[in-house]
């Protein structure tokens, strides 16, 4: 049972004021990200595996077509299938070429989505609104994150945040 300090609408906040509240949490957690892992958008690649999977790759180079993503689906990359990974980043090649920031500033994305989906689960399972807000702040900005969130090629893990927090 939720404590009465918080939220008692449980599951379905429904006053204004919560709402704006639930909307003003959002806002800070992309904030926070963004002060937080912004900064990769003058990183370069990892010379590690980012030219097998990015750079160096000439499917994903070439951005998004029918072919490319049949390709994406029918082909591994360095041992792994990762369809829609693959997928994400020819469509940042479509719009924005091999540009290293542009790739990164993907995962600074798509890691808030994640932290916001987060809270708003954890808000919906709950009701306690503090508290979710607090765990999805302290997810969003954790030490662990920062290779998935800086490391082009850790794509797959931010999606995995967003993917494993829709319903």
């Given at each position: 049972?939720?404590?009465?300090?918080?939220?008692?609408?449980?599951?379905?906040?429904?006053?204004?004021?919560?709402?704006w509240?639930?909307g003003g949490?959002?806002?800070?957690?992309?904030?926070?990200?963004?002060?937080?892992?912004?900064?990769?958008?003058?990183?370069?690649?990892?010379?590690?595996?980012?030219?097998?999977?990015?750079?160096?790759?000439?499917?994903?180079?070439?951005g998004?077509?029918?072919?490319?993503?049949?390709?994406?689906?029918?082909?591994?990359?360095?041992?792994?299938?990762?369809?829609?990974?693959?997928?994400?980043?020819?469509?940042?090649?479509?719009?924005?070429?091999?540009?290293?920031?542009?790739?990164?500033?993907?995962?600074?994305?798509?890691?808030?989505?994640?932290?916001?989906?987060?809270?708003?689960?954890?808000?919906?399972?709950?009701?306690?609104?503090?508290?979710?807000?607090?765990?999805?702040?302290?997810?969003a900005?954790?030490?662990?994150?920062?290779?998935?969130?800086?490391?082009?090629?850790?794509r797959?893990?931010?999606?995995?945040?967003?993917?494993s927090?829709?319903?």
């Amino acid at each position: 049972m939720p404590n009465n300090s918080e939220s008692t609408d449980h599951p379905a906040t429904s006053s204004i004021g919560a709402k704006w509240t639930t909307g003003g949490i959002c806002v800070l957690l992309v904030t926070i990200i963004w002060l937080v892992f912004g900064q990769t958008r003058s990183f370069d690649f990892v010379n590690y595996d980012d030219n097998t999977n990015v750079y160096d790759n000439k499917v994903v180079a070439r951005g998004v077509s029918f072919s490319n993503v049949v390709w994406a689906f029918t082909h591994t990359q360095v041992g792994h299938w990762a369809p829609l990974t693959t997928i994400s980043h020819m469509i940042v090649s479509e719009f924005s070429g091999l540009d290293a920031g542009a790739h990164h500033l993907g995962n600074v994305f798509f890691h808030a989505v994640g932290a916001c989906l987060l809270f708003l689960v954890l808000r919906q399972m709950t009701g306690a609104m503090w508290r979710c807000a607090f765990v999805a702040a302290v997810f969003a900005i954790h030490p662990l994150r920062v290779e998935s969130v800086a490391w082009v090629t850790e794509r797959k893990d931010v999606l995995s945040g967003v993917f494993s927090c829709s319903r």
